[in-house]
């Protein structure tokens, strides 16, 4: 496997990357809510699984705007079709999980993915944290679960097995960052290598729908279809496009820590538009995350072996 730049990869964050990826989280954390709202009308793999093609045909369409060959051949099929599995399975395991463990629970241990991206972009990227960073991703995580309310009381074993699928869904998600980082994904145009995840993703969670047994007992009403126009076009067709191009820039650990925000605009989205509480907490949560992200995409001491600053194939 060719090994990706090096220059690449170190690339730090500019005030107009971290301002775009904080768009990309604000959107994803109102679109925990616009899928809550949609539930009542549509079933949440079945929900997941029309986002999935909807979004191919957005990408599509993109795709041939821009003239974007997605048919050539280019040896990236392997590694998309990888991707575009875990891509799916991530989401059955979220969805899944969800049945088991409480939403701030989940969200909590969803939001483990920067710790995956972390450590794979050390062993296959070469990517180097200090001291200093990983406690800054400490800080953040912390942050996150006091914003969601955990430790929560009485958890048994049905809640335990809610949790490991969200760490299972995070790691799924930190492993398709990677594998984008590392394989010929990441040379091949953003609208590839999401196709790729889309194609396949919106059969596997169809399936599991099927299997799960969902239906829909009435036609969707007016808001459940304009908040699945809404995933479909911004969520997936446009945000999802924007985050590929910037991870194959940026550093993958480093951007994946921004991530960190997305539970808390999630958070606010459900106090403004659901009505949800929110407590005295969540502004020290908040302080908790920014620190932890000062920390974290503070510049990595250099060092001085060469085979730590070379990419891992």
Request: glycine fraction near 8%; hydrophobic fraction near 55%; include cysteine.
């Amino acid at each position: 496997m060719k090994s990706p730049p090096s220059s690449s990869t170190e690339r730090p964050l500019n005030a107009s990357a971290i301002a775009l990826v904080l768009l990309l989280c604000l959107t994803w954390g109102f679109n925990q809510v616009a899928v809550k709202l949609v539930l009542p009308d549509i079933p949440p793999l079945t929900q997941a699984g029309l986002r999935s093609f909807g979004g191919l045909i957005i990408i599509l369409l993109v795709a041939r705007w821009r003239r974007v060959p997605l048919l050539m051949r280019d040896g990236t099929l392997a590694a998309g079709l990888f991707a575009g599995v875990l891509f799916g399975i991530e989401f059955i395991f979220l969805y899944c999980g969800l049945v088991w463990t409480t939403a701030s629970r989940a969200v909590v241990f969803l939001y483990t993915s920067p710790f995956f991206v972390a450590l794979g972009s050390y062993r296959f990227l070469g990517e180097r944290l200090s001291r200093l960073q990983w406690v800054g991703l400490a800080l953040s995580f912390v942050g996150v679960a006091l914003a969601m309310g955990v430790p929560q009381p009485n958890v048994d074993a049905k809640v335990l097995l809610g949790d490991l699928m969200m760490i299972g869904a995070g790691s799924l998600w930190a492993a398709t960052t990677l594998i984008i980082k590392v394989s010929r994904l990441r040379a091949v145009p953003a609208e590839k290598g999401l196709a790729y995840q889309l194609v396949v993703s919106a059969p596997v969670l169809g399936l599991a729908a099927l299997l799960g047994g969902e239906s829909m007992t009435r036609f969707p009403g007016t808001l459940a279809i304009s908040l699945m126009v809404y995933q479909v076009v911004w969520v997936v067709g446009a945000t999802f496009l924007l985050w590929f191009m910037m991870i194959k820039t940026y550093s993958a650990s480093k951007l994946s820590a921004f991530t960190f925000f997305t539970p808390l605009f999630g958070v606010a989205a459900g106090y403004f538009i659901l009505n949800e509480p929110l407590t005295a907490a969540f502004g020290v949560a908040a302080i908790l995350v920014t620190a932890g992200l000062y920390l974290v995409n503070r510049p990595a001491p250099e060092t001085t072996d060469p085979l730590l600053k070379r990419p891992k194939t």
